[in-house]
């Protein structure tokens, strides 16, 4: 069984402070994904890194997929009110090629 | 090009009854996954379908069972209904079997009474 755990559970901050959430398992993966899901939505994908040791950066996120393929982090710099939402990373492959394995997620709150 | 698309968006079942849930895949993706997420929680593989057959299942009863159309559609379908089903159920499509990302419907909630 494939397991991702996700850190912290809960992020509360200050506009303009950085932050950063973990992602990790002892399982390799083809891909890890970060969706971002707001309250009564579906998740949307933020992005997607397949090689070990990417690093991809979206405006002020900064993703990274470990050398191994089993861990993640997301970084935001100077964060802000409309970053709030739930942060999931989510596995995919590995023995279970096609299934994406959550990880219970990152409630974050940025306050002004 | 519209997205992925549920219905319907809410849903109240007594316990002990059965419910249909479909879903219209994003243009171009040919891969429906669902998933079950239970409030404050990452969402749970129930079961994928690709040209038509299930091709993997989570951790799920039979009690969850589903069908892909031609038209890449897909219902689920939860018989016997526990309290504990009460969810948000996301429809997922992708392509490729989705290893650059998948795109989520908004969402089914399901309540049982």
């Known amino acids: 069984t494939q397991l991702l755990e996700q850190s912290p559970q809960f992020l509360s901050i200050q506009e303009g402070e950085n932050l950063t959430v973990y992602c990790n398992s002892s399982?390799?993966?083809?891909?890890l994904q970060w969706y971002r899901q707001e309250p009564g939505e579906g998740p949307v994908l933020l992005v997607t890194?397949?090689?070990?040791?990417e690093v991809k950066k979206l405006k002020r996120l900064t993703f990274q997929f470990g050398d191994a393929r089993k861990d993640s982090s997301l970084h935001i710099t100077a964060a802000q009110p409309g970053d709030t939402g739930l942060y999931l990373c989510?596995?995919?492959?590995?023995?279970?090629?096609?299934?994406?394995?959550f990880g219970q997620g990152t409630i974050l709150t940025v306050h002004p | 090009d519209a997205g992925v698309t549920q219905s319907p968006t809410h849903l109240i079942k007594t316990r002990g009854q059965q419910v249909t849930l479909r879903c219209s895949p994003k243009?171009?993706?040919?891969?429906v996954s669902w998933y079950q997420q239970a409030l404050g929680q990452g969402p749970q593989f129930i079961f994928q379908?690709?040209?038509?057959?299930?091709?993997q299942r989570g951790n799920f009863p039979d009690r969850f069972s589903g069908h892909q159309f031609p038209n890449y559609s897909s219902e689920l379908n939860v018989n016997a209904l526990l309290l504990g089903d009460s969810a948000l159920y996301l429809c997922?499509?992708?392509?490729?079997?989705?290893?650059?990302?998948?795109?989520f419907g908004q969402g089914t909630r399901l309540t049982v009474v």
């Open positions: 997922a499509s992708s392509r490729d079997r989705g290893l650059m990302g998948a795109f």
């Open positions: 399982s390799v993966f083809s891909s």
């Open positions: 890194v397949v090689t070990g040791g």
């Open positions: 989510a596995g995919l492959g590995g023995t279970s090629y096609g299934k994406l394995t």
């Open positions: 243009s171009g993706h040919d891969t």
């Open positions: 379908y690709y040209e038509e057959e299930e091709r």
